[in-house]
């Protein structure tokens, strides 16, 4: 046996892949995150963005039986849930186990998708809350600028009753008390 035989018998191969859709790196961070301990689980992006005959010509003749990436239930469910769990619960576990790990991973989607509906919710709620700051501020500055123009006319009156009790103490013979 070679050293890599070796090597490959040691690692655990995963026995499940998640594959994430591209438009959900959120999620895709918080799997690998979630599992990155767990040898069993693999967490991808979806890969599969574009054909992968890059040439302009056609290839003489294809080679392939049938196109290998093709898989319409991965596809359905990418787009749907934005996850698709490829692989199957190991052979030794029962189905009441593959059961309950089928509900726990549904539970789990689901907490995502409430956290996702969450973040969306918080992100509307920052939107309004800062188009209402802004209106605040406007009004504010609105405020200033009219309490400027008060100051500035209490600041004339102040100025016009100074120059009347000055005229009327330089004018002799008049009686300031009525």
């Known amino acids: 046996m070679s050293v890599q035989e070796q090597e490959a018998r040691e690692i655990p191969m995963p026995t499940r892949l998640f594959v994430v859709a591209r438009r959900d790196p959120e999620l895709y961070s918080y799997l690998r995150a979630r599992f ?10 979806d890969r599969r963005v574009e054909t992968r005959r890059r040439r302009a010509l056609p290839a ?34 029962t189905p009441s186990e ?23 919710r918080l992100e509307r709620d920052t939107r309004a809350t800062q188009q ?19 100051d500035s006319a209490i600041a004339r009156a102040i100025a016009v009753v100074n120059e009347l009790r000055s005229r009327l103490r330089r004018e002799p013979g008049r009686d300031p008390a009525p």
């Open 98 to 120: 593959a059961r309950r790990w089928i509900e726990t991973m549904q539970r789990g989607v689901a907490a995502i998708g409430e956290a996702l509906d969450d973040r969306d």
């Open 60 to 93: 003489a003749a294809e080679r392939r039986r049938a196109d290998r990436r093709g898989r319409p239930e991965i596809d359905e469910q990418l787009q749907t849930t934005s996850l698709a769990i490829v692989g199957a619960p190991s052979a030794a576990a």
């Open 36 to 45: 990155s301990d767990d040898a069993q689980v693999e967490v991808v992006l």
């Open 132 to 150: 209402e700051n802004e209106r605040l501020r406007a009004e504010m500055d609105q405020a200033w600028k009219e309490l400027a123009e008060i």
